[in-house]
């Protein structure tokens, strides 16, 4: 079995198209750390996908917040404004769809998806400090998480932590093999909205019989994206992190 393993789509219809794409031929099932909507302006038709096609899911802050499951007042000005415009944007067969989401941790398979970290859905893995404190409470060899939209993660040694690298900026993969007796945090990045430097969409294939995490990166139509923002009236900011990549 081999997995495309994609995070953080946040309703970017142009990322997630070219991610498909790129990616076409080189895997059998489709797995999402969450986050299928909030910021861009695509959200009916990136929820009605994920239905039809995902085959697990973890669900994200935002997917709680679009479907109204948590309240604003932990958002920023310009996340609460996409999430409220998103409430009224979405299709009632859609919001179900995100209420019915699972907390994660989800088994699948030999490894697990999460959305922030094991401990928390909520909480963001950021740096190697952090992820070394949650060895032991991993309950998994592989962890598969999103939510800092960060491509790369990290390797849980005894007593410390190391980051794993990002797809460098001139090549569109980069192979890990992960080893047996090592614990892995690995976040695939995020395929709508990346905020590591590289505008590029970010997702990871997995190959579990060779224990292989192939994370990749493939350029999109970012202008065309960024018009449909604007033109939905959403905030300026939305369009232009996309060209940055933060
Ligand atoms: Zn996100």
Redesign the pocket.
């Known amino acids: 079995m081999r997995y495309l393993i994609l995070?953080?789509i946040?309703s970017n219809w142009e990322a997630l198209q070219a991610v498909l794409e790129h990616a076409r031929g080189r895997y059998d099932r489709i797995l999402c750390c969450?986050?299928i909507v909030?910021?861009g302006a695509d959200p009916n038709v990136c929820t009605e996908w994920a239905r039809a096609k995902v085959h697990t899911i973890v669900r994200?802050?935002?997917d709680k917040a679009c479907a109204g499951l948590d309240d604003l007042e932990w958002f920023n000005p310009v996340a609460r404004t996409s999430a409220l415009w998103t409430q009224q944007e979405v299709s009632a067969e859609n919001i179900e769809y995100l209420r019915s989401l699972p907390k994660g941790p989800i088994e699948a398979g030999s490894f697990q998806l999460v959305?922030g970290s094991p401990l928390d859905e909520d909480d963001y893995l950021v740096n190697a400090r952090e992820a070394a404190q949650l060895g032991g409470y991993v309950g998994a060899s592989v962890t598969f998480f999103?939510?800092?939209?960060l491509q790369g993660g990290f390797e849980l040694h005894r007593g410390g932590a190391r980051r794993i690298q990002r797809t460098p900026e001139g090549a569109d993969s980069f192979e890990v093999e992960l080893e047996p007796d090592i614990v892995y945090l690995v976040n695939p990045g995020?395929v709508?909205?990346p905020r590591d430097g590289d505008p590029r969409a970010a997702y990871l294939l997995y190959t579990p019989a060779r224990r292989l995490a192939e994370y990749r990166r493939v350029v999109y139509d970012i202008g065309k994206a960024q018009a449909k923002i604007l033109g939905a009236g959403l905030p300026e900011l939305l369009a232009w992190r996309l060209s940055q990549g933060t």
Request: proline share 0%.
């Open positions: 995070s953080d946040h969450g986050d909030g910021y994200g802050n935002h959305h999103g939510h800092t939209h995020s709508g909205q």
